[in-house]
């Protein structure tokens, strides 16, 4: 089971403008293909929503009242977050901390641009996501859950994977 999340945008660039990134859409009907179970979560909309209403969207909040639910019911083997820009980074990691904190043991890979060109800095410096997905990432997050359920740890032969081992970035 795979839960996709394309996270809120940080307060100063938020806006009224709807999408959803089109490769949240392709990764959940390539791992669809292959019989895997798939959750969309939409923050950024959701964070667009309240914003309609006059609410203030509150991460923690969000989290407490239907993110953490949702976890708990569909218990993931993974879940993936897609930062398809970098300004979506450090709302990506305040939404990862809150995961790990609450789900320890689930695994959390970024994948989108950000992640594409920083994978190194990002293993190194945040010990709360496991994996980092680089380039088109289809095949790759298919690769990786497939790993997963085998409970393997042997992740070197999945190309345009970045993991930790033996505590050194890959």
């Known amino acids: 089971k795979v839960l996709l999340i394309n996270p809120h945008s940080p307060k100063f660039m938020a806006s009224t403008e709807r999408f959803i990134p089109l490769v949240i859409l392709y990764l959940s009907s390539y791992l669809k293909k ?7 979560v939409d923050i950024h ?11 203030i969207f509150n991460l923690e909040e969000y989290y407490l009242n239907s993110l953490e639910q949702v976890v708990a019911e569909f218990q993931p083997d993974l879940i993936g977050i897609s ?5 979506r980074f450090r709302p990506s990691i305040e939404l990862v901390r809150l995961l790990k904190n609450n789900t320890p ?4 890979v970024l994948g989108g641009i950000h992640p594409s ?3 190194y800095e990002i293993l190194e410096e945040y010990e709360c996501i496991d994996f980092v997905l680089q380039g088109e990432s289809e095949k790759t997050i298919a690769e990786l859950l497939d790993a997963i359920i085998a ?3 042997d992740f070197k032969k999945i190309d345009g994977l970045g993991f930790r081992e033996n505590g050194k970035v890959t």
Request: a neutral charge; proline letters at 3%.
């Open 151 to 153: 409970g393997s740890h």
């Open 45 to 55: 909309n959701k964070q667009i929503t309240l914003k309609l209403n006059s609410e």
């Open 105 to 108: 043991d689930c695994r959390i």
């Open 117 to 119: 060109i920083f994978p």
């Open 83 to 87: 930062v398809h820009f970098s300004g």
């Open 34 to 40: 292959y019989g895997h179970e798939v959750l969309f």
